[in-house]
Each structure stands twice: as C-alpha cells, then as structure tokens.
C-alpha cells in the first residue's frame, strides 16, 4: 500500500577533473597528432626525451597547463528576491524556501513540492501513524524534516520520532542505541541480529512469516543488521 503514493526525488550532481600535461624531446621528434604511435625498431632506436636535473626551475615560456576545475551546486535565488509570480510567500514559506531554489527554478515549484510532503504525512497519520515514521525513517518520504519544520509542524513529534527509528539495512560504529523497538510492515523474510564486542551474536530473530517483533537492543551492542523489516521504531522513553 505504502509504495502507491511514497515517492522519491534524487538529483545527481556530478564532479568533473579535467587534467592535461604536454612534454616535448630536446630534438623536436616528440610531438603527435594524439593517436598514439606504433612501437617498432625505429622507435626503440631514437634518442630519449632528456629529464631535467633535479631542483630545476621549470622553463617560464612554457605555457602552464589547464587547472583542474570543480563543478559546485548551483547558485540559490537570494532570500530577498524569493517571490511568486502573484501574491507572497508568508514568512514560514520563505524560511523553507531560502537555499533552496537554484537560479532559474520558479519558487513555487519548490514550495509545492515541500507542501506535498506535509499532504503525504497527513493522508499517512489517518492511515497509520507508525506507517508514516516508519516512511521517514527509510527516506520513502524525503525532505521531512525541513518541511515539518516550516510548513507544517504539527508533525514534529513524527520527526521527532523518526529520528531515533532504523531502517533495513547494517547500523553500526556508534549508531546502535539500546533501547526497546518493534518493526513495521515486515515482509516473511523478515531477519535481524544484534552483535557486540568480536562480532558475538547477542540476539536474533524473523518475523515468523510476516507478524510484527519487539526486540531489545542491549547495551553491549555494537551493530544492528535487519533485512526485509522495512523500518524499526522506538518504544516508550526510546524516542
């Protein structure tokens, strides 16, 4: 049910390292087109591009190559120049909105998509209150904090909440907390372990075809792994 109306946006930015030297030999027969040159008998035979003597100052007059460039973000639209195309942004509104808005998107583009996820937490706590931790938690609804935080923070104790849950996957060095938890919307395969000092398993378990677990994470551990449980939520004082 859940995977009908979660989604998720990723946007990728990548790093870009352009780098390029250029040599030449003492008599001119170093320099190509670029396509590389077979080697054979005439080229074993000519004379070795000389090497500068160590601690020798590079020649001046020869032209310095490219420097490696790195792309960054792209600018944010300023605070102050944040505004719709009618009306105004309300003082909240314009607090979610500051950088966030790359040059050249529209504003309200961005504020939609921040108030889609409170619509998203809302249809989500009348279905299910634990469903809809348990969507933070995995990152199925993405962006939750700021937007509880700005737009909508009658969700906070959800946030709140989901701050101290685990989703599938291996927790470990110094993000295992003991405490109390019990899984949401597990499938069958359902598995979890908790392990300590030398990797000593300390519990273990599945959900027994489905069928919602609690479980105890004690002290001495050191690593939770959990496979097929989706997300695992505090209980009582652990959130």
């Not at 961005?110 to 809302?122: I, M």
């Not at 209150?129 to 993405?142: C, P, Y």
């Not at 969700?155 to 849950?165: C, I, M, P, T, Y």
């Amino acid at each position: 049910m859940r995977n009908t109306f979660l989604a998720g946006a990723a946007v990728v930015l990548a790093t870009v390292a352009l780098a390029a030297c250029g040599s030449s030999s003492g008599d001119g027969g170093g320099s190509g087109d670029g396509g590389g040159r077979a080697a054979g008998p005439a080229a074993s035979s000519s004379a070795a591009p000389s090497v500068p003597a160590a601690g020798a100052e590079a020649d001046p007059t020869e032209p310095a190559g490219p420097e490696v460039t790195r792309s960054s973000e792209p600018p944010k639209i300023p605070t102050d120049r944040l505004t719709p195309a009618t009306g105004t942004f309300t003082k909240k509104q314009k607090e979610y909105l500051t950088d966030r808005v790359p040059v050249g998107m529209d504003p309200a583009a961005v504020l939609q998509t921040g108030q889609e996820t409170c619509d998203r937490l809302d249809y989500l706590v009348k279905v299910d209150r634990d469903t809809a931790v348990g969507a933070v938690v995995t990152g199925e609804i993405s962006g939750a904090e700021p937007a509880v935080a700005h737009l909508c923070p009658r969700h906070k104790d959800l946030v709140e909440r989901a701050s101290h849950g685990y989703a599938d996957g291996a927790h470990r060095d110094g993000k295992v907390r003991p405490g109390r938890y019990r899984d949401v919307s597990p499938t069958p395969d359902c598995t979890w372990e908790v392990t300590g000092p030398g990797g000593k398993v300390l519990a273990s378990g599945s959900s027994h075809g489905g069928k919602r677990t609690t479980i105890t994470i004690p002290e001495a551990a050191l690593a939770f792994t959990s496979t097929g449980c989706w997300a695992w939520l505090p209980e009582g004082d652990n959130g």
